[in-house]
């Protein structure tokens, strides 16, 4: 499938598997590996080697026919499929506990995230530096977001707290949300969320745990 | 479908919709609401209606003619179903950053966790206490697992501590395993595992807004 402008849209279970490959071949290259099969990959990660090839056709990198891919080159592509490669900057709504730990998880450079600004309606917060990112008020949000011209934030404020932290983005030209406040919310059509709530995971780990204990007994 | 003790098999798309729907029979529970609809649990959530009572027949709750589901006994049923209305005690591998707000989170005794010890490999961090949890050396995590019989251990190490502390896990007899780590680990076929890597979520959202900025130029 195609958007107008001949993007490709790729599948969500796609995007998610991505990651997991991109992992692998960073361990492989810093093995040394220069170059790696469908078949080993589907076999590290437990997945479909034709399952693997789908997916990696998408980021339109072409293997050869004994040698599979360019393990440099597969990750490139992943990369900038993913839009990793480049930074985006994102502002931190929710200098909580959780909102600290976002800041301070280095790891998100690797994914192209960059926090520029966190905001939090609590005074004893505002003006501290947490990770050396600053903390301001919540009212600063909209006009900074649209001088710094930026585009995706995200959410780490109590269930009670989020739609109005999330009407004031919107109010800002904000048009991506990660969303971890345990709630729902309500955006225009226009407007991307991805719910990452620790509920969703946890449900499905508690529920299978729950079936194991039972079929012990 | 049932597994061998007659125990319903819930399909995960399900078991990751329950938490919202609780989060919002919470909140109007809370406004005093008695009964509520499914249309009316679809509408607030942008789901559809027929999937909302596919779903929520899961739980065993029946709804009436006219006023629909009992906001108490649906979530009962919910917090029954996912295993929430009782605590499962579980470790913390790794006291890193996130670990920290992990161990912090207050949210996690709504969905029956509850976090007992915490174990990391960093000498200074042993010892101390996050958020009232003492943080003990991974060695002691066999022998311990084994004694107060624990079998769910939140994994929030850097990837290359990975598949060791998992190894250590699976030695004291942990059975489920929620992944934090960035990277995939190896276990044999009985254990759960449920990857909750930021990147996978992270992937969707950051290549939905490429797209959509692309779209817009």
Redesign the interface.
Known sequence: ML???N?V??P?PT??R???Y???LL?LKEQGVKSVSSTFIAN???LDSTQVRKDVQYTNIIGKPKTGFDVNSLINAIQT????NRY?NAFLVGAG??G???L??K??KD???NFVAAFDNDPEKVGQKIHGIEVLSIDRLPVLAQLMKI??AVLTVP?KAAQECVDIMLKGGI??I?NFA???IKVPK?V?V?N????????????????????L?
Do not use: D
């Open positions: 958007t107008k402008k993007i849209v790729i969500e995007l998610r991505l990651p997991h991109l992992h692998l361990n590290e990660l437990g499929c993913l839009n990793w985006e506990s959780l600290t730990a976002m301070g998880y790891q998100f994914y192209g995230l585009h995706l269930a048009v991506a990660w345990p709630t729902q226009n991307i991805e990452a709530q620790f509920s969703q995971s946890l449900a499905v780990l508690t529920r299978k745990l729950s079936v194991y204990k039972q079929t007994l």
